[in-house]
């Protein structure tokens, strides 16, 4: 963190319930120009424009406030454009001083819901660490509550964080926008507690800083506890950068405490390569050429990196053999200089820890190698004898 201090400024905080009986082109908004008396909508849960009292008075409209020393919270004058108010509410975080400052308030239960807000992160903002939560709790909580490190069981709480995040200085500060959430399917951590998975739009939307920014969410509940019905959108200036439903594709999942780095797809350099193997079945000359392939583009990218050390899981699988993929990991590990973990992940029970854990975590198991010949091979196999 290059900075000590971290300021946002916010304003025009609204949290809404879109009436069922609305037609979907007719949101709140649009009645209200510049927000101007939304607050007395009915279908408006909450609405917090900061143009009236005191930092005190503010906070007292709120169920709890957090304002350390009261050095956090100050009224501002810097407002976005279109707003028909004249204020804003900066919010200052000092490294060693404070962790910020936080307003919360409850709603009545609701199944779906909006949120909007506008925000604006100062031209010298660090990166940080938690924004802005919405979400529920059963029974209610009259503060935050989050139990972070715990799974909901799926019937007590739902929490989204939307958060700018850093990729561990990927991304200039304050990141890039994501929505940090504890659900019932979400997965465990690498230290065996359950942190906020990060549910990430497929491309990384920057957090622009020195820059108001309208920022909204939807969620939407499941609609009875068996049933994965639920949704979460989120808008960022009046467009759609997220929208997980149940088999959405989303970010990738690096949440066991590493990063993943992905390598192109290269099929058609694949299909060259193994073009001449192609009738050999599993465990043949074709894997012997497509371990190799792995394998070499991995201990490349270890040596560009500067890591000691690679491997492959590979061996975890019983048709794959773990003494030709040691003998081509020590080959390409020597031609590039990084060493190699000789392994055979399968013995001591490895296969079938693999496929518990697997399980546990709620992963995709594929019942087929993965290339077009294994897949052909695997289809005849569940065929059996005949045409
Ligand atoms: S994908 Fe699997 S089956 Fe196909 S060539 Fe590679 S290792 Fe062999």
Redesign the pocket.
Known sequence: MTNHKSSFYQVLTILFILSLYLPAYAGIAEKYLGDEGIENDPDVLFAENFEEGTVDEICKRWDTFKNKDGKVMAVSDDIPAGSAGSRSLQMTGTLGENAGGDLYTRFPSQDKAYLRFYTKFAADHAYEHHFVGFGGYNPPSAWPDPRAGTRPNGDDRFHVMIDPIGGHGKYPPPGIWSLYTYWPEMKISADGNYWGNCLNPVEPVIVTRDKWICVELMIKMNSAPDKADGELTLWIDGEQVAHFVKGVKRGLWSGMGFDLIEDEYDTKRWFEL?DKFKDEP?KGR??DV??AMRLERTAQKAAEEGFDVFTTVMSLSPWKKADVLNRIGRQFGARFGVGFIEADFKKKDGFRKSIELGRELGLYRQDY???T??LTAHERRKRGPGI
């Open positions: 193994t599993e074709r894997c497509c371990y190698c993965g290339c010949y294994s």
